[in-house]
């Protein structure tokens, strides 16, 4: 039987995981559970079932390396022996049919430009397409109207808090006293001093920032959404 190492790497390898805090995120477990399992050298059967369950993976691949790597296609589980299968089961190491899960964290908190960004509270989890996910990338619900139609109530959207070098007409996520996370965008105004905040809505009053107030508050660019149309 391969070691657990041999097995974990494949496992973070298909998954896109890269710490043990993802994966057990995807594994809805522990993150000491992986820490006992790699002590004990052995891969916890459940795991295979619900990498299986959830993301099609192919216990064989990820025990032995053997078969292909996925095994679902949207029709449920198919052998890769089976005749006349029509869909390709490799198709679906495409990052845009995989998916990881990312926490989801609300817009509200306690903001202050005089004291550390506050931590944000994580209110649920969302699978995102592998295609959509990035290292930088904290995923959150909109509240409130005013980023319609573009971003409406409930919608959910990913930040990358990396991309903090402001590109005029770009949705960002800013920190705000008495309002914690909020979206608007972004212009550089015609006398290069300040900044100015605007909501897409057009009864919403539009805020402007010095550079210096803009680099506290920045958290990042907003580069999708996802909602009901």
């Known amino acids: 039987m391969p070691a657990f190492a041999e ?9 896109n995981c890269r710490t043990q805090m993802e994966l057990a995120t995807v594994l809805d477990i522990r993150q000491s559970s992986i820490s006992d399992a790699k002590r004990r050298d052995t891969v916890p059967g459940d795991w295979y079932m619900k990498l299986f369950e959830r993301q099609g993976l192919n216990p064989d ?14 029709k449920g589980y198919v052998p890769s022996e089976t005749p006349g299968l029509a869909e390709n089961p490799a198709y679906y190491g495409d990052p845009q049919s995989r998916s990881i899960i990312c926490p989801v964290y609300g817009m509200a908190c306690t903001y202050s430009d005089g004291r550390p960004r506050p931590e944000l509270e994580a209110r649920g989890r969302l699978a ?21 139609p573009q971003l409406r109530d409930g919608a959910h959207f990913g930040v990358a808090t990396g991309d903090v070098n402001v590109v005029s007409g770009r949705v960002y996520a800013l920190f705000a006293p008495h309002e914690g996370v909020i979206v608007r965008r972004v212009f550089l105004d ?34 999708w959404t996802m909602q009901e149309l």
């Open 7 to 15: 097995i974990y790497e494949r496992i973070k390898m298909a998954t």
């Open 190 to 223: 015609g006398d290069q001093e300040s900044y100015v905040l605007r909501s897409d809505a057009d009864h919403y009053p539009e805020t402007r920032l010095t550079p210096s107030q803009l680099g506290k508050r920045l958290l990042g660019r907003v580069i």
């Open 61 to 74: 691949w990820l025990k032995q390396g053997i078969g292909p790597m996925y095994l679902r296609t949207d």
């Open 128 to 148: 995102v397409p592998g295609s959509l996910h990035r290292e930088d990338l904290q995923v959150f619900c909109m509240q409130g109207d005013n980023m319609a």
